[in-house]
């Protein structure tokens, strides 16, 4: 089955500056690739997405890079500002008929210091 | 409004005392699915449904049952619960590509 990493673990960051959480996949059937952001006592949400034919896609201050050679992906979250601390967590799935299972990282705990 | 509920939000129980927590979406979804979150370990697929009356396993079923009876409904079943079941439970229903989390269980087994 699918085996997803993500690193690391705990960031912390300088309010302004830039956040940077990678993962890994196993499985190349992997085609659907996203991030969800869980503050302190919610439920997780989802913050962007990508799929296996697209290699970057951005939504404002944030973007996802994907490297499907590598099996890597990346969330870059950049200007980094205090409502950004929680946790991230990356997620893969194959997508196709009568299959969805998704599995999660381990997840990162961001902090943004003042 | 559109949404995931969860019941109940909070249960203590012993070892081996069956329960329920059920799960209900009013957003017309086909796709459902239960999470666990422990420390350290992210979160976990424990089943997932693609529409009624089809289920399939996630990466932590055992021990746990659900059911798909109505497209609104998923609930999860633990027919006898242990200690290693402590955690926090998600639901979720997907509409297009984003997946809705209910606001969570927090299931306590004694």
């Known amino acids: 089955g699918e085996n997803v990493e993500q690193h690391p673990s705990t960031l912390s960051v300088q309010e302004g500056d830039s956040a940077v959480i990678k993962c890994t996949y196993s499985?190349?059937?992997?085609?659907?690739f996203p991030w969800y952001k869980q503050e302190l006592g919610k439920r997780p949400q989802l913050i962007i997405d990508i799929r296996s034919n697209v290699g970057e896609k951005k939504d404002q201050r944030i973007a996802v890079t994907l490297n499907k050679t590598a099996k890597h992906f990346s969330l870059h979250i950049t200007e980094t500002q205090p409502e950004d601390s929680a946790v991230y967590f990356c997620a893969a799935s194959f997508r196709g008929f009568g299959n969805e299972k998704l599995t999660f990282g381990t997840g990162t705990r961001l902090t943004i210091i003042p | 409004e559109a949404q995931v509920t969860q019941n109940p939000r909070y249960l203590i129980t012993v070892t081996g005392k069956k329960l329920t927590v059920t799960c209900s979406q009013n957003?017309?979804?086909?796709?459902m699915s239960w999470y666990r979150q422990d420390p350290g370990l992210g979160l976990r697929q424990i089943y997932y449904?693609?529409?009624?009356?089809?289920?399939d396993k996630g990466d932590v079923p055992e021990g746990y049952k659900v059911s798909r009876k109505e497209k609104r409904n998923f609930p999860l079943i633990l027919e006898s619960p242990s200690p290693n079941q402590t955690s926090l439970y998600f639901c979720?229903?997907?509409?297009?590509?984003?997946?809705?989390f209910g606001p969570g269980t927090r299931l306590t087994v004694l």
């Open positions: 499985d190349s059937a992997s085609n659907y």
């Open positions: 979720a229903s997907k509409g297009g590509d984003t997946q809705y």
């Open positions: 957003m017309n979804h086909e796709y």
């Open positions: 449904s693609m529409n009624v009356e089809v289920t």
